[in-house]
C-alpha cells in the first residue's frame, strides 16, 4: 500500500531553520516525481519544491528560491526539504505528494492549477514561524 508520512515541523522563530522529511512506503521513488505542498488556512494548496527522484532535477517556487532545498536519499525512500531563514509567512501545513515523471515533470507538478489532483499525499505537518 502506498503511503507517506511527513515529519519535522514545529515552531520556529523568523530567520530561523527546519528539516521536513517525506518517507514513503509501498513503492519506490526512482520512477516518480516528489513535490511538497503548502497549504495556510483558507488558502489554497501551492507547490513549493518539487524533485524528480530519478534524475534529481528540481523545481522551486520565486518565493522560497534561495532559502529552501529540496533533496532525496532513494536508498532510504525518503525525500527532504531543507527550510532556512523562515519567514512568519512560510506558516502553513506542509504536505508531500507523488508524481508520475513523464506526466508530471517537477515544473508541471509544482504549478500545476489544480495539485489536489495528484493521487497520493501525506497527512501533513505543520511549520509555523513566529516570535
Known amino acids: 500500500q502506498v503511503q507517506l508520512v511527513e515529519s519535522g515541523g514545529g515552531l520556529v522563530q523568523p530567520g530561523g531553520s527546519l528539516r521536513l522529511s517525506c518517507a514513503a512506503s509501498g513503492f519506490t521513488l526512482d520512477y516518480y516525481t516528489i513535490g511538497w505542498f503548502r497549504q495556510a488556512p483558507g488558502k489554497e494548496r501551492r507547490g513549493v519544491s518539487c524533485i524528480d527522484a530519478s534524475d534529481g532535477n528540481t523545481y522551486y517556487s520565486d518565493s522560497v528560491k534561495g532559502r529552501f532545498t529540496i533533496s532525496r536519499d532513494n536508498a532510504k525512500n525518503t525525500v527532504y526539504l531543507e527550510m532556512n531563514s523562515l519567514r512568519p509567512e512560510d506558516t502553513a501545513v506542509y504536505y508531500c505528494?507523488?508524481?508520475?515523471?513523464?506526466?508530471?515533470?517537477?515544473?508541471?507538478?509544482?504549478?500545476?492549477?489544480?495539485?489536489?489532483?495528484?493521487?497520493?499525499w501525506g497527512q501533513g505537518t505543520q511549520v509555523t514561524v513566529s516570535s
Open positions: 505528494a507523488v508524481g508520475v515523471r513523464e506526466i508530471h515533470p517537477v515544473q508541471a507538478m509544482c504549478t500545476m492549477a489544480r495539485p489536489v489532483m495528484l493521487p497520493y
